[in-house]
């Protein structure tokens, strides 16, 4: 497995993720802050995984997401239709 740093993970998602609006005002912790403490997290989860079984993990944690982003981003649109 790769071996890569929370930090460097961190700054790898806040890539990924410069251009969305992540409005997270209402919270107490910034989107930094969250980023980094999920960076972290899943450092820790796949480092206690063999290559094998992190590799079916990082997949199927993909289509998951992917799927979730997909349906949020239908919703969005179907509120936006509405208004």
Request: glycine share 2%; charged share 25%; proline share 2%.
């Amino acid at each position: 497995m790769t071996k890569i740093t929370p930090e460097e993970l961190y700054i790898l998602a806040k890539e990924a993720l410069a251009g969305y609006n992540i409005d997270l005002s209402e919270q107490p912790v910034s989107v930094d802050a969250y980023l980094k403490l999920t960076a972290y997290s899943v450092i820790e989860q796949f480092s206690k995984l063999k290559d094998e079984e992190a590799e079916a993990a990082f997949m199927a944690s993909i289509t998951a997401l992917t799927l979730e982003n997909f349906l949020l981003n239908l919703k969005l649109l179907k509120m936006q239709k509405i208004e």
